[in-house]
């Protein structure tokens, strides 16, 4: 599976997914932001999102929405809440 990010823009939260493998195990990474955060123009120029920075709230369910990173290792998955700030600039 070849790295890829993602951004998917609906009505509640502007959702961006990025994910990767190391070694044999795939890690994905999601980030919800505020909506609006993106122009819809971001998914064929891409953008820093604004306003910036932003807090991000954590996922309280592996499928529900809020940012989290998932993981798999030896056949075991796991998901992580994820809070903190995301930020537009260095």
Known sequence: MPSKVGVVLT?????????????????????????????????AHPRAFSPSPQDISPATSARGPGSKIQYTFEDSTTILGLTGAASSTN
């Open 11 to 43: 009505p509640t939260a502007d959702i961006a997914e990025l994910s990767v493998m190391i070694g044999i195990d795939p890690v994905v990474g999601t980030i919800y932001f505020a909506p609006g955060s993106w122009k819809p123009t971001v998914l």
